[in-house]
Nanobody
C-alpha cells in the first residue's frame, strides 16, 4: 500500500529553520513528481514547492522562493523541504504529495488535484 509520511514539523521562532521530510513506501516514487502543499486555518490548501525526477526541475511559490528548498533522495525514497527565514505566515499544516503522471507544461505542478497520493500532514508553527 502506497504511503507518504511527513516528519520534521514543530514550533520555531521567526527567522528560524526547519527541515521537513517525506518518506514514501509501498512503491518506488523515484519517477514521480513530488510536491509540498500547506494549509493554514481557515484557508485553502496552497502549493509550496515541487520537484520532478529530472535533476534540477524544481518549482516554488512566490511566497517561499529564495527561502525554501525542495530536494529528493531517490535511494531513500524521501523528499525534503528545507525551510529557512521562517515567518509567522508560514504557519500551517504541511502536506507531502506524489504525482504519478506529471504533466510537464503549464502550472500543473501547483495543482493539488494532479497529485494522487498524500501524506497525513505535519504542523509547522512559527512564532513572532
Amino acid at each position: 500500500q502506497e504511503r507518504l509520511v511527513e516528519s520534521g514539523g514543530g514550533l520555531v521562532q521567526a527567522g528560524g529553520s526547519l527541515r521537513l521530510s517525506c518518506a514514501a513506501s509501498g512503491r518506488t516514487f523515484s519517477t514521480y513528481r513530488m510536491g509540498w502543499f500547506r494549509q493554514a486555518p481557515g484557508k485553502e490548501r496552497e502549493f509550496v514547492a515541487a520537484i520532478d525526477w529530472v535533476p534540477d526541475s524544481t518549482y516554488y511559490s512566490d511566497s517561499v522562493k529564495g527561502r525554501f528548498t525542495i530536494s529528493r533522495d531517490n535511494a531513500k525514497n524521501t523528499v525534503y523541504l528545507q525551510m529557512n527565514s521562517l515567518k509567522p505566515e508560514d504557519t500551517a499544516v504541511y502536506y507531502c504529495a506524489a504525482d504519478q503522471h506529471p504533466k510537464y507544461y503549464g502550472d500543473n505542478y501547483a495543482r493539488a488535484n494532479e497529485y494522487m497520493y498524500w501524506g497525513q500532514g505535519t504542523q509547522v508553527t512559527v512564532s513572532s
